[in-house]
């Protein structure tokens, strides 16, 4: 398996990663979410984020084949916390046929590495409260609940 960092001829696999990753997490949690954006904004989207020095886009390979995606980002530290750097995990998804192998570990792994290498001091990630295998995941590698979003219907 290697992993392989903003390389702007993969953006076509990075946006298929996407797609599909909406298609099955939001697709199962978020009845409201446009499953359609990736094919449609994704390709503009994530040629940008390859460009962005404050952008992580990640590609996972195995025997070739993508075996999966992470997308991080840098973000401003803000005046109402300015002690804190935080790098944001923005998206991740690990090919079905890959999971459970230490795709998505390593995928982190070098997340860490990199936002580390920029200063970051936290580390945040948001899944559906009910995608219990990300929310396993996730906890595995070392993240724990900090704040809480919740919703109700209107
Ligand atoms: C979540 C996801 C990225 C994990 O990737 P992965 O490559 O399968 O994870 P790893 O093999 O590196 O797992 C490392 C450890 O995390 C934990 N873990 C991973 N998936 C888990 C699951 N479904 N249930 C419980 N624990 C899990 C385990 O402790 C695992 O170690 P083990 O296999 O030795 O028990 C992958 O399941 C996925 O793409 N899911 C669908 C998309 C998604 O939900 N993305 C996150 C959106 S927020």
């Known amino acids: 398996m290697t992993?392989?960092?903003?390389?702007?001829?993969?953006v076509p696999e990075l946006v298929k990663s996407a797609e599909a990753l909406f298609a099955?997490?939001?697709?199962?949690?978020?009845p409201r979410m446009d499953l359609g954006w990736p094919a449609r904004e994704g390709a503009?989207?994530?040629?940008?984020?390859?460009?962005?020095?404050?952008?992580?886009?990640?590609?996972?390979?195995?025997?070739?084949?993508?075996?999966g995606h992470?997308?991080?980002?840098?973000?401003?530290v803000s005046s109402l916390r300015?002690?804190?750097?935080?790098?944001?995990?923005?998206?991740?998804r690990v090919a079905?046929?890959?999971?459970?192998?230490?795709v998505g570990e390593a995928l982190v792994a070098a997340?860490?590495?990199?936002?580390?290498?920029?200063?970051?001091?936290?580390l945040a990630v948001q899944a559906y409260a009910n995608n219990e295998g990300a929310l396993a995941f996730y906890r595995a590698q070392?993240?724990?609940?900090?704040?809480?979003?919740l919703g109700r219907a209107v």
């Open 3 to 10: 992993v392989s960092v903003d390389v702007t001829e993969e």
């Open 82 to 92: 300015p002690g804190a750097v935080r790098a944001v995990l923005e998206s991740m």
């Open 70 to 76: 992470l997308i991080g980002r840098l973000l401003p």
């Open 111 to 122: 997340f860490v590495a990199w936002a580390k290498e920029r200063g970051a001091n936290e």
């Open 24 to 30: 099955e997490d939001a697709g199962s949690h978020d």
């Open 96 to 102: 079905a046929e890959r999971r459970r192998e230490g």
């Open 44 to 67: 503009a989207y994530y040629q940008d984020l390859v460009e962005d020095e404050n952008a992580l886009c990640l590609l996972a390979r195995s025997d070739g084949a993508v075996a």
């Open 142 to 149: 070392g993240f724990e609940p900090f704040e809480v979003r």
